[in-house]
């Protein structure tokens, strides 16, 4: 089905491995085509409840965008490939489910971007995160330049994008670009076990939690407003109705998704 990903569903939670080990798992054309019918996937599948993406091997989360393709591009088309590269990672953003980036290696140029537009990161103590475009007279453009001032702060953004320089996991948990750094064999069993508690909540409220948090950044919404529409609507779930007697009477919810 795939050309360049590995899938699997496991209670709940469908991974999505970037599998160009070769390449240090690049972006290139078919990755978008085939990361876009994995998110098709994600959107209509009742079945998956959260999202891992990370990439294959030990060395590289997404080393990159795959250079080779850039070089014969017309103005039009390169401003095309931006525009289709973010459409994609919008895609992911605004994901109904919740998808965490476990970043293993090198998450450089299109890679940090794509750990960037997932809900959180994790990263293993070998990880190494950068946005190099300015080495190649480019700059970011699959929304790299908007969400780093929106992690880690404009001064810091703006070093790292005007440097080309890059930082290790332990000053991206400093900064704010991940939220844990642990063993590289630890990696995928912290995102399952903190999915896997996200997993036991009200699926509604928990996609009303996306949409109200990306609603901050967002300069067509207004986050306050948004908050209020999305409480009324999970106010009329019978998920929230479960909650509360739940609550109420000291037991466990058992949340169906309505």
């Not at 997932?118 to 700059?139: M, T, W, Y």
């Not at 780093?148 to 001064?155: A, E």
């Not at 908050?227 to 000291?250: P, R, S």
């Given at each position: 089905?795939?050309?360049?990903?590995?899938?699997?569903?496991?209670?709940?939670?469908?991974?999505?491995?970037?599998?160009?080990?070769?390449?240090?798992?690049?972006?290139?054309?078919?990755?978008?085509i085939d990361l876009n019918t994995a998110l098709d996937e994600v959107y209509t599948n009742k079945e998956i409840k959260s999202v891992i993406i990370t990439g294959s091997g030990t060395k590289a989360f997404v080393a990159g965008a795959d250079i080779s393709e850039f070089s014969s591009l017309t103005l039009e088309q390169s401003m095309a490939l931006a525009k289709a590269g973010q459409d994609t990672f919008f895609r992911i953003e605004n994901s109904p489910k919740p998808v965490v980036a476990c970043v293993n290696g090198f998450a450089l140029g299109g890679g940090c971007e794509l750990a960037m537009?997932?809900?959180?990161?994790?990263?293993?103590?070998?990880?190494?995160?950068?946005?190099?475009?300015?080495?190649?007279?480019?700059?970011?453009?699959?929304?790299?330049?908007?969400?780093?001032?929106?992690?880690?702060?404009?001064?810091?953004?703006?070093?790292?994008?005007?440097?080309?320089?890059?930082?290790?996991?332990?000053?991206?948990?400093?900064?704010?670009?991940?939220?844990?750094?642990?063993?590289?064999?630890?990696?995928?069993?912290k995102a399952i076990a903190i999915l896997t508690v996200i997993n036991t909540k009200a699926p509604l409220a928990v996609t009303k939690c996306i949409e109200s948090a990306n609603a901050v950044f967002d300069e067509n919404?207004?986050?306050?407003?948004?908050?209020?529409?999305?409480?009324?609507?999970?106010?009329?779930?019978?998920?929230?109705?479960?909650?509360?007697?739940?609550?109420?009477?000291?037991?466990k919810a058992n949340f169906i998704g309505k």
């Open positions: 089905m795939y050309q360049t990903l590995l899938t699997s569903l496991e209670n709940g939670i469908f991974t999505i491995t970037i599998n160009r080990p070769d390449k240090l798992n690049a972006l290139n054309k078919q990755v978008f537009s997932c809900h959180f990161r994790i990263a293993s103590d070998n990880a190494k995160f950068g946005q190099p475009e300015v080495n190649l007279g480019l700059i970011p453009g699959y929304g790299g330049t908007q969400r780093l001032v929106q992690l880690i702060g404009k001064g810091r953004a703006m070093e790292l994008l005007m440097s080309a320089g890059m930082i290790d996991a332990a000053a991206a948990l400093q900064y704010g670009l991940v939220n844990y750094v642990v063993a590289q064999e630890d990696l995928l069993t919404k207004n986050g306050f407003d948004t908050e209020v529409k999305a409480f009324g609507f999970c106010f009329e779930t019978e998920d929230m109705k479960e909650g509360t007697t739940a609550f109420l009477e000291k037991r």
